[in-house]
Each structure stands twice: as structure tokens, then as C-alpha cells.
């Protein structure tokens, strides 16, 4: 794979430094999915299809809160960031008003779910893991990954969220034992989170010599100007897919969320080896276009080119050993869960174009194009995902995925070729 990209991308020094940080995110990616995939068949098999459900029920509703916190910064301040580079107090006073911005968020979202909790009856029978899992919000945000890819120095984070993993892992594994131990799970993962986003704020201070001050109202708005776009292209997209969990939540079961949870894990795992391609090449891409569309558009086609040799593998593989995959992972051979994989696992092939097109439409400055890109996207799944449900359970949500990905891959991909067809 990095060979690959290296004889079709990269032949300079700054170029041969995307594949380092490839190589980097990837190991990062690779371990952030291995340790989930190894202990969340152990989950499935301790806790129970139904305790496993209610942790994946909250985890999508603290999603929402996730979503918010980041804004648009992992791309619009990345940007910032990676055009700012040379310009040390331009990047602490990008720093400082992305951290008040997130920090005023963090809080803003605590008090929210509180009010959430105890307002709606299904979040408050299981009060405690919805704010034991806040701590995932708390630590997403204190980590400033858009900082260190704007930079360019992506193995600090790869250390720092590998010894996290690790630690959550072997807690996991030491303290969880029976369905009583529901509750350490979110705190385990929590605890994670906010040691991560602390590691990593000291190596920001230590090794990039970045300092926090308090930033006028107008360095704010500009941070928020800036990855407005982004951000709420970004709520729509995650209004239609972590909402279709939720929804599955409110009208089946716990059980029924976990059949379709572990699936979902499969395929979530398959499609995060694609984000440190685009993370990596990201920033890079940004400076590309700054100094010629044409190579930014032929940098562009080839990443595509990569991805639809891998989405097309996987799919193919994924279809075919669905069973299997399910057996290693739940335990035994469930073929409701085998059903929805098999289904679930066609949006690999396009799935990895979503970000791909998002991030050229950055590139670009076409930002707007992405929302209206979004927006319709929205639309499309929120038109179908309650009669799906109702009449097709989880296999519906799954069948809904795939067609969404198809709609969205053609709407975005004619919107690229439109913002780029002067070019």
C-alpha cells in the first residue's frame, strides 16, 4: 500500500513525508481498531448482547456531543495550522482560540446531557453510563489532533494514543468480568480519552513550544467563522448516521441495537483503514493546491484510484466471510447478525469517497458545495430510516447505509466536478 502511494504520489522530501505520516496514522488507525475488535467480542460474551447494546446506544448518543466539541477544527484549523506553520505566534494564537472554543463547548454539552438525562426516561434508567461516558467528549476535546497535522509530525500522537489503547485494553480485560461490570466499560474508555488529550497537550507545549492565552472575541469568531461550514456539514452527516442507531435504540430493543452494533464494528473497522490516507495527505493536498491545481487534481485522482482498489477487496472478502467474522467476534454463528454484515459491509466500496470528495471540496474553498452535498444526503435517510426500521429491523438500517452511500457518493462527486471544472 505505501509503496504504492509512494510510486504513483511521492517522489520529493516533503512528499516522502506524507508516507511517514501515513505510516504513522496507520499504525495509530490499525491499533485503535485492533484493541477494540479484540475486546469487544470479549464484551459481547461477558456483558451480553443487551448490556453490550446499552453501551453502544449511549456511545451514539455521546457521539452528537463529540461532533459539536470538534467543530470543524480537525480540518479548518489543520488548514490553519499546516499554511501557518512557519508563523510560531500565529499558531498560539490558533491554538489558544481553538482550546477556548472547545473548552466553553465542553462545558456547554455537559450541562445538555445532564438536562437529558433526566428529562427522557431512556436515558435515565442508565443514567450513570451516559455520564461516565462524557469523559470521551472531555478528552476528544482536549486533544488538539489538528495540530499536530497541520504540523506535520504525526508520530507524537501515534505514541501517545497507542499507550492509551493499551492501558483501556488491559483494564478491560483485568476488571470486567461479569454483566455487574457494565459500568466500568465508559469509564475505562473515558479514562482513555481524557489521559490521551492530556499527553497530548504536554507534548504540544514540550515539543512544539506552543503557549495558551486567553483571545479576543474576534480571533474567536474567526476560529468559528472558519470551520463553520465544515461544522455543519458535519452535523448532518452525523445526523444520518449515528442517528440510525439511536432510532434503532427507540423503536427495537437493546439486543436488537447490539446485533446491529456488531456489525457495524466489523465495517467501521474496515473503513478506518482509509482515514489515515486522507488525514496524512490532508494538509499536504492543502499546500498542492496552493502552488498548482492542475498537480492538486492529479494528486487527487490517483488517492481515488488507490481507494477503489481497496474498498473493492475488502467489500468482496468482507461479503464472503461474513459468517466467519461474526463466529470470531460474538462467539457463535448468528445469522441475523451474518445477514446484516454481509448487507452492511457493500458501503465499504463507497463509503471512503465521502471523506475523500469533503476534503477536495475544502481544498478547493468550495465548502458551501459540501453542506448542500449534506444536507441532501440527510434528507435521503431521514425520508426512509423510520419505515425501515419498523418494517425491516436492523437489516433495514443496514440496506438504508448502502443505498445512502450511494446517493451521497454521485451528488458529491458531480459537486467536485463542478467546483473543479475550470481548473
Known amino acids: 500500500m ?68 470538534d467543530y470543524g477544527f480537525n480540518l479548518s484549523a489543520t488548514k490553519d495550522v499546516s499554511v501557518s506553520r512557519d508563523d510560531h505566534d500565529e499558531i498560539n494564537r490558533i491554538f489558544s ?32 453510563i451516559f455520564i461516565l461516558s462524557f469523559g470521551m467528549v472531555v478528552g476528544q476535546a482536549m486533544f488538539p489532533i489538528w495540530l499536530f497535522q497541520g504540523l506535520e509530525r504525526m508520530k507524537y500522537i501515534t505514541y ?53 492565552s486567553f483571545q479576543s472575541k474576534r480571533s474567536l469568531y474567526e476560529q468559528l467563522s472558519n470551520g463553520w461550514y465544515i461544522f455543519y456539514s458535519r452535523v448532518f452527516v452525523n445526523l444520518y448516521s449515528t442517528t440510525n442507531i439511536v432510532l434503532l435504540g427507540f423503536f427495537t430493543n437493546n439486543t436488537i441495537v447490539g446485533h446491529y452494533a456488531v456489525a457495524e464494528r466489523i465495517v467501521q473497522a474496515l473503513l478506518g483503514v482509509f482515514q489515515p490516507i486522507l488525514q496524512a495527505v490532508f494538509p499536504f493536498m492543502a499546500n498542492v493546491y496552493k502552488k498548482s491545481e492542475e498537480q492538486f487534481l492529479s494528486l487527487f485522482k490517483k488517492i481515488n ?19 466467519w467474522l461474526v463466529e470470531i467476534v460474538s462467539g457463535d454463528t448468528n445469522q441475523e447478525v451474518s445477514l446484516i454484515l454481509a448487507a452492511l459491509s457493500l458501503s465499504v466500496l463507497l463509503g471512503p469517497y465521502g471523506p475523500s470528495y469533503t476534503n477536495g471540496l475544502i481544498v478547493v474553498g468550495e465548502s458551501q458545495r459540501l453542506v448542500s452535498v449534506v444536507k441532501r444526503t440527510f434528507v435521503f435517510n431521514m425520508v426512509f430510516i423510520v419505515p425501515f426500521i419498523i418494517f425491516f429491523g436492523a437489516l433495514g438500517v443496514a440496506v438504508l447505509t448502502v443505498l445512502r452511500s450511494i446517493y451521497h457518493y454521485v451528488i458529491i462527486s458531480k459537486s467536485f466536478r463542478q467546483a473543479t471544472v475550470a481548473i
Open 2 to 69: 505505501l509503496n504504492m502511494i509512494k510510486n504513483r504520489i511521492l517522489n520529493s522530501s516533503d512528499k516522502r513525508r506524507v508516507v511517514k505520516n501515513i505510516f504513522s496514522l496507520g499504525v495509530l488507525q490499525g491499533v485503535s481498531y485492533l484493541l477494540p475488535l479484540i475486546t469487544f467480542p470479549y464484551l459481547v460474551r461477558v456483558l451480553g448482547m443487551e448490556n453490550f447494546g446499552i453501551i453502544s446506544f449511549a456511545t451514539a448518543v455521546i457521539t452528537y456531543f463529540i461532533v459539536v466539541t
Open 97 to 128: 482560540s481553538v482550546m477556548m472554543i472547545k473548552l466553553l463547548m465542553t462545558m456547554a454539552c455537559f450541562v445538555l446531557l445532564v438536562l437529558l438525562v433526566f428529562v427522557i426516561e431512556r436515558f435515565r434508567e442508565n443514567w450513570l
Open 160 to 212: 501517545i494514543h497507542i499507550l492509551s489503547k493499551v492501558l483501556f485494553t488491559a483494564c478491560v480485560f483485568i476488571f470486567v468480568n461479569d454483566e455487574d461490570d457494565v459500568f466500568l466499560v465508559p469509564l475505562f474508555n473515558s479514562l482513555g480519552f481524557v489521559f490521551a488529550g492530556a499527553i497530548s497537550i504536554f507534548f504540544a507545549i514540550k515539543m512544539f513550544g506552543v503557549k495558551f
Open 305 to 323: 484510484m488507490i481507494i477503489l482498489l481497496m474498498a473493492g477487496s475488502m467489500t468482496v472478502v468482507t461479503v464472503i466471510c461474513a459468517p
